[in-house]
């Protein structure tokens, strides 16, 4: 078990930014908005978040307009969704030792 503990990302260790990254494997872009609705989370902390993830490459933003309104979405780069996936094979391995 422990070796398996070794090999979780440090990265998704915050359920906020596993979170994150769930939903935008299940999306190509998912809009800030959309992040703190369903994830229920202050614009500070949503911000702190993904700010982390961006600083690890694990996301990508663009910035657009809808009308006058800014519109900021995110998705997951290969190295994000590289690091997810590995993270959620661990946890499984975690939950299923035998096999």
Known sequence: MKHLLNQLDKNLDSRVRLALMAMLAAAEWVDFTTFREELDLSDGNLASHLRKLEDEAYVELRKG??????????????????A??????????MLRPDT
């Open 84 to 93: 997810f996936e590995h993270h959620i094979t661990v946890l499984e391995k």
């Open 65 to 82: 307009f809808v009308g006058r309104k800014t519109l900021t979405s995110y998705r997951a780069t290969k190295k994000g969704r590289d």
